[in-house]
């Protein structure tokens, strides 16, 4: 079968390529930016790509389009497509009829985690031989790729909330049907197409409905947005983590979360030790090893898994360590995750300064919807830097007011990273948050430390 895929170098609709490409299709695609990683790790693939969204893409025609969400009415390659009738599907909907309709489909789902908690269900069952498929949000070191057909009957998936493509509303993930789901937490986020927290829940709601009575829900139980999910109605049974309640929890946990014990039901059953860090990570830890543990992996042998697991690329990934000068790449983009990143990161280093460095970039960001949280949430942080892009529209200076002189506001990068760089001390940390490329930013900085190294000393 011939496919064209639009939107092609997004991680998501990049794995659906490689998918495709795994199965023996012939598969081609087009996007408006094609360029690396995605576009070397598909062109490895044999997969041909095109740049930009021209109709003559569709030429001659393929069996059928697979539209990425990020495509809308207006686009020429849309508008070709319609006009001239071939048949087209979304990613989520080809995903289940083509791999998932017949597999055991581990999803997990929720405001934060996912990636992470997808990496480690999917190596936890790899390491113990179960030869999983997986489609991750992001590149798992411990796999190098972001999907994989894999030779086992499960399928671990990670099942986002956001909306499916332009004719299909409902979130991606009440394509996926899965047997087993975990829901790491749930809060408001993706402003641009949801209007509240309710109809996040709805959605949430509509995926609980389609868990069978034979399957299994593993929710953090101290979520209260998730209760309340939960009390609408739940058909199937379900097992709660935490890192301090839950039929899953976490005792004698070190400070920074690198090492802890796990109790299922009350008893102790394994311990952790691992690269990880933070409060946040040991609770996908407990959530993937209870999902595990439903496709019959062990707590032990979980346990075992995790101590070998590499992290998720973009997760406090140390990007460079120069002149005493650690710098730390993060993907996170919501208060909550910022939080959660620095108060790891704090658990590690202890008294050592941090400097936090902030793109507000995601559209929710970009509305100003979490503007009141955002200084809060970066509290742990000795010093705070915040690029105010030309498409923010809020007042960015006011909302960090409460950080006093510790926060700073820029508006170009190379001010910013002149600002930084005008802080820096030996054994200083800089944790860098965005959940885009910010720019290159991060190479700004990691030059201008190697080229300042030697005057520093």
Not at 288 to 303: E, Y
Not at 360 to 366: E, Y
Not at 446 to 455: G, Q, T, V, W
């Given at each position: 079968?011939?496919?064209?895929?639009l939107?092609?170098c997004?991680?998501f609709?990049?794995?659906?390529a490689?998918?495709?490409k795994?199965?023996?299709?012939?598969?081609?695609?087009?996007?408006?930016?094609?360029?690396?990683?995605?576009?070397t790790?598909?062109?490895?693939?044999?997969?041909?790509?095109?740049?930009?969204y021209r109709?003559?893409?569709?030429?001659?025609?393929?069996?059928?389009?697979?539209?990425?969400?990020?495509?809308s009415?207006g686009?020429?390659?849309?508008?070709?497509?319609?006009?001239?009738?071939?048949?087209?599907?979304?990613?989520?909907?080809?995903?289940?009829?083509?791999?998932?309709?017949?597999?055991?489909?581990?999803?997990?789902?929720?405001t934060h985690?996912?990636?992470?908690?997808?990496?480690m269900?999917a190596?936890?069952?790899?390491?113990?031989?179960?030869?999983?498929?997986?489609?991750?949000g992001?590149?798992?070191?411990?796999f190098?790729?972001?999907?994989?057909?894999?030779?086992?009957?499960h399928?671990v998936?990670e099942?986002?909330e956001?909306?499916t493509?332009?004719?299909d509303?409902?979130?991606?993930f009440?394509h996926?049907r899965?047997?087993t789901?975990?829901?790491?937490?749930?809060?408001?986020?993706?402003?641009d197409?949801?209007?509240?927290?309710?109809?996040i829940?709805n959605?949430?709601h509509y995926?609980?409905?389609?868990?069978?009575?034979?399957?299994?829900?593993?929710?953090?139980?101290?979520?209260?947005?998730?209760?309340?999910v939960?009390?609408?109605?739940?058909?199937?049974?379900?097992?709660?983590?935490?890192?301090?309640?839950g039929?899953?929890?976490?005792?004698?946990?070190?400070?920074?979360g690198?090492?802890?014990?796990?109790?299922q039901?009350?008893?102790?059953v394994?311990?952790?030790?691992?690269?990880?860090?933070?409060?946040?990570?040991?609770?996908?830890?407990?959530a993937?090893?209870?999902?595990?543990?439903?496709?019959?992996?062990?707590?032990?042998?979980?346990?075992r898994?995790?101590?070998?697991?590499?992290?998720?690329?973009?997760?406090l990934?140390?990007?460079?360590e120069v002149d005493?000068?650690?710098?730390?790449?993060?993907?996170?983009?919501?208060?909550?995750?910022?939080?959660?990143t620095?108060?790891?990161l704090?658990?590690?280093?202890?008294q050592?300064?941090?400097?936090?460095?902030m793109e507000?970039?995601?559209?929710?960001?970009?509305l100003?919807?979490?503007?009141?949280?955002?200084?809060?949430?970066?509290?742990?942080?000795?010093r705070?830097?915040?690029?105010q892009?030309?498409?923010?529209?809020?007042?960015?200076?006011?909302a960090?007011?409460p950080?006093?002189?510790?926060?700073?506001?820029?508006?170009?990068?190379?001010?910013?990273?002149?600002?930084?760089?005008?802080?820096?001390?030996?054994?200083?940390?800089?944790?860098?948050?965005?959940?885009?490329?910010?720019?290159?930013?991060?190479?700004m900085l990691?030059?201008?430390?190697?080229?300042?190294?030697?005057?520093r000393?």
């Open positions: 079968m011939r496919i064209h895929i939107g092609i997004g991680t609709m990049g794995g659906i490689a998918l495709a795994s199965l023996g299709h012939e598969v081609a695609g087009s996007d408006a930016a094609v360029y690396p990683p995605m576009s790790q598909l062109e490895a693939l044999g997969i041909r790509l095109q740049e930009g109709p003559e893409h569709l030429k001659p025609a393929p069996d059928v389009v697979v539209v990425g969400n990020a495509l009415r686009n020429p390659a849309v508008e070709a497509m319609l006009e001239r009738g071939l048949a087209y599907q979304s990613g989520p909907q080809w995903l289940y009829e083509n791999l998932l309709k017949d597999r055991h489909v581990i999803a997990i789902a929720g985690g996912k990636t992470t908690t997808t990496s269900t190596w936890i069952l790899e390491h113990t031989g179960l030869q999983p498929g997986f489609l991750i992001g590149v798992a070191p411990d190098g790729v972001s999907a994989r057909l894999g030779k086992g009957r399928f998936v099942a986002d956001y909306d493509a332009f004719f509303k409902g979130s991606k009440l996926y899965p047997r789901a975990v829901l790491n937490n749930l809060e408001y986020d993706h402003a197409i949801f209007p509240d927290l309710a109809s829940e959605q949430f995926l609980v409905r389609s868990v069978p009575g034979n399957g299994l829900i593993v929710a953090n139980g101290g979520d209260r947005n998730l209760a309340r939960l009390e609408r109605g739940c058909w199937t049974p379900r097992q709660t983590f935490g890192a301090g309640s039929d899953w929890q976490a005792a004698e946990m070190a400070d920074d690198s090492r802890f014990k796990v109790l039901g009350g008893k102790p394994a311990e952790v030790r691992w690269k990880l860090l933070g409060r946040h990570n040991v609770e996908n830890a407990l993937a090893m209870a999902a595990a543990a439903h496709v019959g992996v062990t707590p032990d042998m979980a346990a898994a995790l101590a070998h697991f590499q992290g998720v690329k973009r997760r990934e140390v990007r460079a005493g000068v650690t710098v730390y790449d993060d993907f996170a983009h919501h208060p909550t995750a910022v939080a959660a620095l108060a790891a704090r658990g590690r280093v202890g050592a300064r941090i400097l936090a460095v507000p970039r995601s559209a929710t960001m970009k100003g919807v979490h503007k009141d949280s955002l200084a809060a949430s970066l509290e742990a942080a000795d705070v830097f915040v690029y892009a030309p498409n923010i529209g809020w007042d960015v200076a006011g960090m007011r950080l006093g002189t510790r926060a700073s506001v820029l508006k170009d990068l190379d001010s910013l990273a002149d600002a930084v760089m005008g802080e820096l001390q030996r054994g200083d940390h800089v944790l860098i948050m965005s959940n885009g490329g910010f720019g290159g930013f991060h190479e990691i030059d201008k430390l190697e080229r300042n190294a030697a005057p000393c």
